[in-house]
């Protein structure tokens, strides 16, 4: 079975500071892992997904996610939080022939 | 903008009642997926369709149905509502049915109240 566990449910920085949200995952096989974000009344937008191919995954907004196997860990670091990203963050985790199973989700609120 | 269209935004209705959600997947997706996101259980997958055939079931109560027409729409039929049913319904859509590596795209979700 595979499973998510982000590890924070609220994280709270600074403008300007950086981000790092936290994100382990149980799975049987090599997963697809992906992070996405949903704004205040909005839908699901992507990130980035790792497809395990490079291990450090870059994806939009300056956000990246490094995928290590030995820590079953992909976590979502951004060097410096905006305003703008003050959001819903989701860990996804999803193995051949199975759907996406989604982390609890972490709210980053991103101080003036 | 994902491209993935959802109708009605907003649903209120009392318990026992019936209703249908629509989903419009992007051009050339074939898969189309509804969630429910709740406080309470957070997001869970309900179930796919591809191509209009039923692919995947999740958490799907008995009471909810879906089907995937011959234009690719797809809707959500909610029967019996029970309180517990309010939440956020997303749909979304891929091109393909099990490629593990494929992106789904959600549409901005359908907020139902049962009153």
């Known amino acids: 079975a595979q499973s998510v566990t982000q590890l924070d449910s609220h994280v709270s920085v600074s403008e300007g500071t950086p981000v790092l949200l936290r994100c382990n995952y149980s799975?049987?096989?090599?997963?697809?892992l992906f992070w996405y974000v949903q704004h205040p009344n909005k839908g699901l937008q992507l990130l980035l997904k790792?497809?395990?191919?490079?291990?450090l995954v870059k994806g939009i907004n300056g956000f990246e996610a490094e995928f290590k196997k030995s820590e079953t860990s992909f976590h979502l670091t951004k060097p410096s939080a905006h305003m703008s990203d003050a959001a819903e963050y989701f860990c996804v985790v999803v193995n051949y022939g199975q759907n996406f199973v989604f982390g609890p989700g972490t709210r980053l609120s991103v101080l003036p | 903008d994902s491209g993935v269209t959802q109708t009605p935004k907003h649903l209120i209705t009392a318990t026992g009642q019936r209703v249908t959600l629509r989903c419009s997947p992007r051009?050339?997706?074939?898969?189309v997926y509804w969630y429910q996101q709740s406080l309470d259980q957070g997001l869970q997958f309900l179930i796919q369709?591809?191509?209009?055939?039923?692919?995947a079931k999740g958490n799907i109560l008995e009471r909810f149905s879906a089907q995937q027409f011959p234009d690719l729409h797809s809707e959500l039929n909610l029967s019996s509502l029970e309180l517990g049913d309010s939440a956020l319904y997303f749909c979304?859509?891929?091109?393909?049915?099990?490629?593990?590596?494929?992106?789904?795209?959600f549409g901005p979700g359908t907020r139902l109240l049962v009153l």
């Open positions: 979304a859509s891929s091109v393909a049915a099990d490629r593990v590596w494929e992106t789904q795209y």
């Open positions: 799975s049987s096989y090599s997963p697809s």
């Open positions: 369709y591809y191509n209009g055939e039923e692919r």
């Open positions: 790792y497809t395990s191919a490079a291990t």
């Open positions: 051009s050339g997706d074939l898969s």
